[in-house]
């Protein structure tokens, strides 16, 4: 059926270090694929998107890549800021009547 | 332009109690998604509602809950006869349309049953 796997956390980085979040998809055909962000005590927030296979996302110094080869849309950032602190999901759009299928979100804990 | 505006913000109930949870679309969105998050624990899919329609149910428990999205006012999730596992976080998002453009999401109701 259709899933999104992403990488479990907590993820403990240190202030400008290189993230990757891990993220996996199974679905029939090319979803649109998205990671959203949740700040403490807040709903999810867009971070980026990509519609069809090859496509980067883009935004604020993150960025993600549409792999169809492998069904990968993992999240990368070259260096983190304190600020960055929050949970991160990916998720696909589609399946019956159109909706967003989530990733169980990756805590990422960045200190100074 | 306010976004998706969800009330209240948070909620206490006791076992065996109702809980009423209010959200209120983006202007011209006519799609509305509730969500359901455990904690620690990503979102998970409930309903999927148009104006007086409810689309897509399948994450719905079979019980106590039920969803409403009428013609005038805002989107309703009732949840009836609360247990302590109802406690969660409840997320709205409406969208214009149904290609995933334009999704925005809540802050979300806190609900806690004692």
């Known amino acids: 059926g259709d899933s999104v796997t992403q990488m479990e956390g907590p993820v403990t980085l240190s202030e400008e270090a290189f993230l990757t979040i891990n993220c996996t998809y199974t679905?029939?055909?090319?979803?649109?694929l998205f990671w959203y962000v949740q700040y403490p005590g807040e709903g999810l927030q867009l971070l980026l998107k990509?519609?069809?296979?090859?496509d980067k996302g883009s935004n604020k110094g993150f960025e993600a890549t549409y792999r169809k080869e492998t069904t990968s849309f993992h999240l990368e950032k070259g260096s983190v800021q304190v600020s960055d602190s929050a949970v991160y999901f990916c998720a696909r759009w589609g399946g019956n009547f159109n909706k967003f299928y989530f990733g169980s979100g990756t805590k990422l804990n960045v200190k100074p | 332009n306010a976004g998706v505006m969800q009330n209240p913000r948070h909620l206490v109930r006791r076992r065996g109690q109702e809980a009423r949870l209010r959200c209120s679309p983006m202007k011209g969105h006519s799609h509305v998604y509730w969500y359901r998050q455990l904690p620690e624990e990503g979102l998970k899919f409930m309903v999927y509602l148009q104006k007086e329609n409810i689309i897509d149910e399948s994450g719905m428990p079979k019980e106590r809950f039920s969803a409403e999205f009428p013609k005038e006012g805002p989107s309703i999730l009732r949840i009836q006869q609360v247990v302590r596992g109802d406690s969660a976080a409840y997320f709205c998002?409406?969208?214009?349309?149904?290609?995933?453009?334009?999704?925005?999401f809540g802050s979300g109701t806190r609900l806690t049953v004692v």
């Open positions: 998002a409406s969208s214009p349309g149904t290609a995933g453009e334009g999704y925005t």
């Open positions: 679905a029939t055909g090319y979803p649109s």
């Open positions: 990509a519609t069809k296979a090859d």
